[in-house]
C-alpha cells in the first residue's frame, strides 16, 4: 500500500455504491444523571468520506465519539457502524484515536506496534512492512529499537496515531487528532490522514478548531448543547447560513476602529485581518469607502462565511475555541 503527500488539498467524498454508510446515528440519547450530553442526534456518515463532528467545549462531540467506539451505550435510539449495531467484534476494522492518548512508556517502539497489531489480529508477516513505511513516514524510522519514554511530546502523539492505523482499518475514528501538535507535524499527521482517505479509508474526526474542520471536511455536523444544528456538504453549510462576509487585512489609523460600519452586524477582529459579517441589504462600496476612512486596506473580498463565523453566530462568541469536550 502506498500512501501520497496532499498538503492544503481538500478532499471531496468517494462514493461506495449500494453498501451501507460507514456510521449511522439514528435518534441517539446519551445521559449522565439528570444532564443530557447527547439529543436526539442524527446523521449518516457515507464511505470514503472525511466527516467532522464540529462543536465546542461541552457540545456532545467525545460523547457520541463513544458511543461511536462502544465505550458508552446510548440509552435512546440506535448507532450502528459499518452496516451492524455496535459491537466487539467491529473492532478490527476500526482505528480510534482518543483524545486522552495513553502509550506504554516502558515498550520499545517496534514491540509495541506489533502488539497493537496483534491485538487487532494482524500478524508479523502483515505488520513489519507497514511498520517500516509508517516510522518512515512520521520521521521515527531511528527510534524503532527506543523505549517510548524516550520519545518528546509530539513525537508520542505521531507514535499514537501510528497505532491507531497500523491494522489498515476501514474506519478511522480521530477524537481532537491535532491538539498540542506545532505546526510541522501537525502538517505529517494531516498528510498521513489524507493518504488514509485516497486509500479508501473512512475517516470520522472531531474538533473545535474550525478551520481544521474546512481543510479537511467532505462533509460534517455542528453540535451545540448536545444537539446537531448543521449538517451537510462544507458548501450545503455555507449556503444555508445565506449571508456573505467581508475579509479583509488592514492596519488602523490613529484613534479609528472597526465598531459601527455601515451594513456590518458583526466584526470578527483577529488584529491585522478580520471578518465582517454583512447584513442582507449591506452597500459594499459604501462599506468600503468607510474602512478607507478608518484603516489602510492592503485586502477586501467579499466571500461565504467562514465556518468559524457560522459557529459563532450558532454557539455564542464565548463557545468557539475552548478545550475538551463532554
Known amino acids: 500500500m502506498e500512501y501520497g ?39 449518516e456518515v457515507p464511505r470514503g468520506a472525511i466527516f467532522g463532528i464540529l462543536g465546542s467545549n461541552g457540545a456532545g462531540k467525545t460523547t457520541s465519539i463513544r458511543m461511536l467506539m462502544n465505550i458508552f451505550k446510548p440509552d435512546g435510539g440506535s448507532v450502528e457502524v459499518l452496516g451492524s449495531h455496535v459491537s466487539e467484534a467491529l473492532k ?71 497505532t491507531t492505523v497500523i491494522h489498515e482499518p476501514e474506519l478511522l475514528v480521530l477524537d481532537e487528532p491535532f491538539a498540542g501538535l506545532d505546526p510541522v507535524n501537525r502538517d505529517v499527521l494531516r498528510d498521513a490522514v489524507l493518504a488514509m482517505h485516497e486509500h479508501g479509508t473512512t475517516i470520522v474526526f472531531s474538533t473545535h478548531v ?51 460600519l455601515p451594513g456590518v452586524t458583526q466584526v470578527t477582529d483577529h488584529g491585522n485581518e478580520a ?25 477586501f473580498d467579499l466571500r461565504e462565511p467562514s465556518l468559524h463565523e457560522i459557529f459563532k453566530r450558532i454557539a455564542g462568541t464565548t463557545a468557539v475555541a475552548l478545550d475538551g469536550d463532554a
Open 92 to 162: 478490527p476494522k476500526v482505528g480510534y484515536l482518543p483524545e486522552e492518548r495513553g502509550l506504554y512508556k516502558k515498550m520499545r517502539i517496534e514491540e509495541m506496534l506489533r502488539f497493537f497489531g496483534h491485538i487487532k489480529g494482524r500478524d508479523d508477516a502483515f505488520l513489519m512492512p507497514r511498520i517500516d513505511h509508517w516510522l518512515g513516514r512520521v520521521g521515527l524510522e531511528g527510534w524503532r529499537h527506543r523505549r517510548v519514554e524516550e520519545l518528546s511530546k509530539g513525537m508520542s502523539q505521531k507514535l499514537q496515531f501510528v
Open 210 to 260: 474550525m478551520e481544521q474542520a474546512e481543510q479537511l471536511c467532505s462533509e460534517l455536523i455542528m453540535i451545540h448543547q448536545g444537539a446537531v444544528q448543521l449538517s451537510g456538504t462544507l458548501d450545503a453549510v455555507r449556503a444555508a447560513e445565506g449571508r456573505d462576509a467581508a475579509h479583509i487585512r488592514f492596519r488602523l489609523k490613529p484613534g479609528r476602529d472597526l465598531q459601527g
Open 275 to 299: 471578518e465582517l459579517t454583512l447584513a442582507s441589504d449591506a452597500d459594499t462600496n459604501g462599506l468600503l469607502a468607510a474602512l478607507v476612512e478608518r484603516a489602510d486596506i492592503q485586502r
Open 5 to 43: 503527500s496532499h498538503a492544503g488539498r481538500i478532499c471531496h467524498v468517494m462514493t461506495f455504491h449500494g453498501e451501507h454508510p460507514a456510521v449511522r446515528f439514528q435518534d441517539v440519547v446519551k445521559r449522565f444523571g439528570d444532564f443530557t450530553a447527547v439529543r436526539g442526534v442524527s446523521f
